[in-house]
């Protein structure tokens, strides 16, 4: 075969898994690691799912790996705080058949609530982590990374950023490997981690850990560079996107390029430091190879002239280490500020409406209904991590009682809800809270591009599935009342609100209209204005859709094509000034 394609860095390694005859995928969708899953259904060979959290993924992956097959689990980097419990267990129990994870880390945080080093976790969890450099390498490190696995019995890391995910390069494609299912053996003192059986195998870990860091120097993702360089005063050590920076600036330098940068091979690097005068480690976010260079007495220069925080890039290193000055005006400069804002049509804006002119205070979520803390809306006050609304109105509710959470609430996108809020749920309801949680139920999985989930009757393969009932779910956990309404029906949802924020116990209100995004949508209608009645009040303007400006005489104005028709707008028009009209090109056919 031996083809060479472009393939995104997400897509690549999607083609590594169904190469190395990879059997089981579980996820759970998060930017920048959807696009594994959504490529991966693509190989019939493989069984993919979306999990309904990255716990559960874990834990399918592991299962299908103790079985004896090869098993795949990607997720983001906060999901991997998620799935932590399994992930740190698994590394005590091994692997039959290869077990690999995925983990996408966000420097920059273009789509995340913290700039977390996935490559920390693996440290503390004593799991090996390979770091690809493009997206050849992430088809070839994904392979190689079940060979290791299985080869030292360990679940196997490859850690992957946001450039590397969604940038694109050359890959060779190659058939799929026969690797047949391995046997099940029972085996209690490896499987089943009572503090007995995990006393042994606590050394057994580490052993493996030191071993392969005695043999790191040996593994072909390691290599060195340029080792011939007449110019041997500086050296750099350093892997993934990274590399490419170093590459570009100093084209004829000594590199040591770490495909595995867990465990370091110390004195494999040691070597290398022996040729050059100084060295420099260059990795994005957290000095993890830096601090233990220095630690084994390595001599080496980092984050003492390089940033801890953000994104690398070429001109970064060439400041740094040259000393070649910035650009006296960035380029950013000179770009509008173009902040995040909510689709026009987006049922959460109807929604936010409400909460705002009842001046309601909300608990946040993550999902596209984070931007309700934005202006002009700006209704939400918290946003901690998924499932985290529901949990944190309750903890404001034993901190301050009844009457201070009356001017609150919490909201949770559907997706979110089957996430983790499910637990927080049950949490308040058991615990005798008092609050109103609103879900805001779109039918989708939003922010990461329209996924299916458990309650949207589909899965990842696009066929038909049982869809879970988000009303009996919350029936079934306590709720005191649990109450279905339209997210544009404004009048009945403020009515709603005002209720059950008025009551006692833990009420559900879930509020339903689909993503305006979803595919298949069609709007027949549009808003225009009537300027002839239009009293520059700017009522329809306060929910903050895009679609809907002002012009020089102060009157509005709609953009046909970014109006969906929500009618939003109109009903906040007390003037009649909007009126709804059949749209001649619909949106979404």
């Known amino acids: 075969m031996n083809d060479k394609v472009l393939m995104l860095g997400n897509e690549a390694i999607a083609r590594g898994a169904y190469e190395a005859c990879c059997t089981v995928s579980?996820?759970?969708?998060?930017?920048?690691?959807?696009?594994?899953?959504?490529?991966?259904?693509?190989?019939?060979?493989?069984?993919?799912?979306?999990?309904?959290?990255?716990?559960?993924?874990?834990?399918?992956?592991?299962?299908?790996?103790?079985?004896?097959?090869r098993a795949l689990l990607s997720m983001k980097h906060v999901g991997v705080n998620v799935a932590a419990d399994p992930l740190f267990t698994a590394a005590y129990t091994g692997v039959n058949g290869g077990l690999v994870l995925v983990a996408a880390d966000d420097p920059g945080m273009y789509s995340s609530q913290n700039e977390q080093d996935s490559r920390m976790v693996a440290r503390s969890a004593n799991i090996p982590v390979l770091e690809p450099s493009d997206s050849g390498e992430a088809k070839e490190f994904t392979k190689f990374a079940f060979k290791l696995s299985e080869?030292?019995?360990?679940?196997?890391?490859?850690?992957?950023?946001?450039?590397?995910?969604?940038?694109?390069?050359?890959?060779v494609l190659n058939e799929r490997e026969d690797i047949k299912t391995k046997e099940y053996i029972k085996n209690p003192s490896k499987y089943v981690m009572m503090p007995g059986a995990a006393k042994l195998r606590h050394p057994i870990v580490e052993k493996r850990m030191l071993s392969l860091s005695a043999v790191g120097g040996e593994l072909a993702v390691n290599r060195v560079d340029n080792a011939d360089s007449e110019d041997k005063s500086i050296g750099f050590v350093t892997s993934g996107i990274p590399y490419q920076y170093v590459k570009e600036v100093f084209p004829h330098a000594p590199v040591l390029k770490l495909g595995l940068v867990h465990p370091l091979p110390v004195e494999y690097i040691r070597d290398f430091a022996k040729t050059v005068g100084k060295l420099y480690v260059i990795e994005e976010l957290e000095p993890l190879i830096e601090e233990q260079l220095k630690a084994s007495g390595i001599d080496c220069i980092g984050k003492e002239i390089l940033t801890i925080q953000g994104e690398y890039?070429?001109?970064?290193?060439?400041?740094?280490?040259?000393?070649?000055?910035?650009?006296?005006?960035?380029?950013?400069?000179?770009?509008?500020?173009?902040?995040p804002l909510l689709c026009p049509g987006c049922?959460?804006?109807?929604?936010?409406?409400?909460?705002?002119?009842?001046?309601?205070?909300?608990?946040g979520d993550i999902g596209c209904y984070t931007l309700g803390a934005v202006p002009p809306l700006a209704v939400i006050d918290t946003t901690i991590c998924m499932g985290s609304s529901i949990s944190t109105?309750?903890?404001?509710?034993?901190?301050?009682?009844?009457?201070y959470i009356k001017d609150w609430v919490a909201v949770i996108g559907d997706s979110t809800f089957l996430h983790t809020g499910i637990n927080s749920l049950l949490g308040s309801v058991y615990n005798k809270s008092n609050g109103t949680v609103i879900i805001l139920d779109n039918r989708t999985t939003g922010m990461t591009?329209?996924?299916?989930?458990?309650?949207t009757?589909?899965?990842?393969?696009?066929?038909?599935?049982?869809?879970?009932?988000?009303?009996?779910?919350?029936?079934a956990l306590g709720a005191t009342t649990v109450t279905e309404v339209n997210s544009f029906d404004l009048e009945t949802l403020e009515q709603i609100i005002k209720r059950e924020c008025a009551g006692d116990g833990v009420s559900v209100v879930i509020a339903k209209a689909p993503c305006v995004l979803l595919k298949g949508n069609v709007y027949p209608d549009i808003v225009i204005p009537v300027k002839?009645?239009?009293?520059?009040?700017?009522?329809?303007?306060?929910?903050?859709?895009?679609?809907?400006?002002?012009?020089a005489e102060g009157l509005i104005e709609i953009d046909r094509e970014g109006c969906n028709g929500c009618q939003l707008c109109k009903k906040l028009c007390k003037f009649d000034a909007l009126e709804v009209q059949p749209r001649t090109s619909k949106v979404g056919e």
């Open 347 to 363: 049922p959460h804006r109807s929604v936010f409406s409400v909460l705002n002119k009842l001046k309601k205070h909300a608990a």
């Open 449 to 455: 591009g329209h996924q299916d989930h458990a309650a």
């Open 26 to 69: 579980s996820a759970y969708p998060g930017t920048p690691s959807t696009e594994i899953s959504e490529n991966i259904v693509k190989y019939k060979e493989i069984y993919a799912e979306w999990a309904p959290n990255e716990k559960v993924a874990a834990e399918v992956a592991i299962g299908a790996s103790i079985s004896g097959a």
């Open 313 to 339: 890039s070429a001109a970064m290193l060439k400041t740094a280490i040259l000393g070649e000055a910035k650009p006296a005006k960035p380029l950013s400069d000179s770009i509008p500020a173009r902040p």
């Open 393 to 403: 109105l309750h903890g404001m509710e034993k901190a301050r009682g009844r009457e």
């Open 151 to 171: 080869e030292y019995d360990t679940p196997v890391m490859v850690r992957t950023t946001t450039r590397l995910a969604h940038s694109q390069s050359l890959v």
């Open 532 to 551: 002839a009645k239009c009293v520059k009040c700017g009522a329809c303007l306060r929910p903050g859709c895009p679609a809907l400006t002002k012009n």
């Open 457 to 475: 009757g589909k899965n990842l393969a696009g066929e038909e599935s049982p869809s879970v009932n988000l009303t009996a779910i919350c029936t």
